[in-house]
């Protein structure tokens, strides 16, 4: 994940740098050299999403390409931010691994799983959803992407009995997330 800028680029490693001392970490070296399981740990893949994105956009700045507005969904939203100058970088990577460690408490990793459905209306996914949900498993729709894409998220049994009802009940594809 942007090694290649990092490689080539003195700006890329003082953002890395930088970044690895508001985290503690040598973020870099996580995302160049893993393990992929660390990296992948909400706490960890937050951080790196948004240096990626921000190491986008001054490549982008430094190449005259200035944006008028910024907008973004989900974590995005603090890349979109930092983008529009409305928040520090560093303020947003302390936040963003903040967010992360948050959500991975809520959810330790093997309990909790993600699915995208496209294809199949959201009522129809909601019934499913409604259906498969239980007091001790639950599921729901989580992300409604565009009205062909619904991202569903819950208890992963339930999440995992919904992909399987909707590809029955004619859904295009699932695909289980890894989170």
């Known amino acids: 994940m942007a090694k290649e800028f990092y490689n080539s680029s003195l700006a890329t490693r003082k953002l890395f740098d930088k970044a690895a001392t508001v985290l ?9 050299n893993g393990p992929s399981d660390k990296l992948m740990l909400t706490e960890n893949a ?5 240096i990626h994105s921000t190491i986008a956009l001054n490549m982008l700045r430094e190449n005259g390409i200035n944006a008028e507005f910024a907008a973004g969904h989900s974590l995005g939203e603090y890349s979109a931010n930092v983008a ?3 928040i520090k970088f560093l303020d ?11 959500m991975q408490q809520a959810v330790p990793v093997g309990v909790g799983g993600m699915a995208a459905i496209i294809g199949m209306p ?7 959803c409604n259906r498969v949900s239980k007091e001790d498993s ?6 409604i992407n565009s009205h062909e894409q619904i991202v569903i998220a819950g208890h992963l049994k339930a999440v995992e009995e919904v992909t399987k009802l909707a590809k029955q009940d004619g859904a295009k594809k699932t695909i289980l997330l890894p989170v």
């Open 46 to 50: 937050q951080p790196a999403l948004l």
């Open 138 to 143: 639950l599921v729901q729709p989580a992300n």
């Open 84 to 86: 529009a100058g409305s």
């Open 24 to 32: 503690g970490f040598d973020i870099a070296d996580l995302c160049f």
């Open 92 to 102: 947003a990577v302390r936040l963003v691994q903040l967010r992360g460690r948050f």
């Open 122 to 128: 959201l009522d129809t996914i909601s019934l499913l």
